[in-house]
């Protein structure tokens, strides 16, 4: 079957993509392109896309880099995938819906183009946006023209062995006779034609994927569904381009981040390693001392950390505990969380944490002890990133001010660093 697992090109695309609110240099300002102002993942250096030949699902000519004003968000996909794509599918369908809510839904053309050029005729997306609801548009083009289009983007795919016994196509009824690996991911070109967003990783399901496609999930695309790797959303990409656009997310938008409930966390945690199910046996509780702290990191050596600096009278950490909820329960079988509670008082904290969930306990310890991790001297919040092992490679000093945020470090600082080894950091 197909080796979905997100990212193919973390290495590739960490060369293309910098963190949110970084700005374009003057080159790209002199060339007429605003500074980027993306919440989510952004290049640097604004690329201009080439004159690309793709045709669309009616076999009409598509020139990519002609956006007629538009902006366009771009997946790579395929209509045989059974691990991936059809969430790709689902999410662009509420990527519409978010646009259209928006107010700027006729400002942007969501596109999927194929990496299956050898099967993905113009008759075959229409069978797909008949069958599955995919109510956007989709592009293929001969192997030349798609090679070279996704060369360009840094997205890789090949054509592997069937698994036995193999799929069946879902329009010929007929067995399939090879596979496909490829890059998961998604990008957002600005109506001048620049690139200004890429980001790589297993799209995310805010709501619940359509029967038609979950239909075409194998095992392991129903776990890919549960718990995507490095995972964007309709709302982060809709967010990136409100932003791009300097125009303000919707009032009613802001506070759509709901930390998952306790019995959602646990059951989203289930199946985390020893080390890491202790942390989530002790969620919400404040323990020892800095020593304790100290002792914790050693006993995660193995494992990425993420610590969270903060205080009870901290307002802006009150803020951003609600992307640590999330991000916590997210990642939370794969990278350890742990909190710091700084010059603060245990009976404050405690009451803290009562009101603010979290699924990993807090230490507590002070600003001036936390100093061999690296921490700023400004005061919480701060976040520091640890690898597996032991070494800080970021620490983020203030208050996230998005979920985005938040997941572009961790996935950098935390899954990146695991993921450039990984065997099967593909997807199909």
């Not at 075959?124 to 060369?151: P, Q, V």
């Not at 970021?394 to 001010?401: L, T």
Request: proline fraction near 7%.
């Amino acid at each position: 079957m197909m080796l979905c697992a997100a990212g193919i090109l973390a290495v590739t695309l960490a060369v293309l993509v910098a963190l949110s609110n970084k700005k374009s240099d003057k080159s790209s300002a002199d060339a007429g392109v605003p500074a980027p102002l993306a919440i989510g993942t952004e290049l640097p250096h604004p690329r201009h896309v080439p004159s690309f030949q793709l045709v669309d699902s009616q076999g009409k000519p598509y020139q990519l880099h002609d956006t007629h004003g538009k902006w366009i968000v771009l997946a790579p996909s395929m209509t045989l995938c059974r691990e991936v794509c059809p969430m790709t599918t689902g999410v662009l369908e509420e990527l519409k819906s978010t646009l259209a809510k928006d107010g700027i839904g006729q400002q942007v053309d969501v596109v999927e183009t194929t990496v299956d050029p050898w099967r993905d005729s113009p008759a075959r997306l229409r069978a797909y946006k008949r069958e599955f609801g995919a109510d956007f548009t989709m592009l293929t083009g001969s192997t030349h023209a798609i090679r070279k289009f996704w060369n360009w983007f840094g997205v890789q795919y090949y054509r592997v062995r069937e698994d036995k016994p193999p799929d069946i196509d879902w329009w010929t009824h007929k067995p399939e006779t090879f596979d496909i690996n490829h890059t998961d991911a998604v990008y957002v070109i600005d109506p001048h034609g620049y690139l200004r967003v890429a980001d790589d990783g297993m799209p995310k399901l805010q709501g619940k994927l359509s029967e038609p496609l979950r239909s075409l999930l194998d095992a392991e695309g129903v776990g890919n569904l549960e718990h995507p790797h490095l995972p964007w959303t309709a709302d982060q990409i809709a967010d990136d381009v409100l932003n791009m656009m300097g125009r303000a997310i919707p009032s009613d938008q802001v506070a759509k981040v709901v930390p998952p409930s306790a019995s959602d966390a646990r059951s989203e945690l289930r199946g985390s390693p020893a080390a890491l199910k202790s942390l989530h046996a002790q969620a919400g509780q404040l323990l020892g001392s800095t020593s304790a702290l100290s002792a914790r990191l050693h006993a995660l050596r193995g494992h990425p950390v993420v610590v969270n600096a903060w205080a009870s009278w901290c307002d802006p950490c009150r803020q951003e505990f609600p992307y640590l909820a999330t991000a916590s329960a997210q990642y939370g079988r794969q990278v350890a969380f742990l909190g710091a509670d700084v010059n603060d008082e245990s009976g404050n904290a405690r009451k803290f944490l009562a009101t603010h969930p979290v699924s990993y306990p807090s230490y507590s310890t002070s600003l001036s002890a936390l100093a061999p991790l690296k921490v700023y001297p400004d005061g919480p919040p701060q976040t520091i990133f640890i690898n597996a092992r032991g070494r800080v490679v970021f620490v983020h000093n203030g208050e996230y001010q998005s979920l985005t945020s938040l997941d572009n470090d961790i996935g950098q600082y935390s899954l990146g660093i695991k993921a450039a080894d990984r065997p099967d950091a593909m997807s199909s």
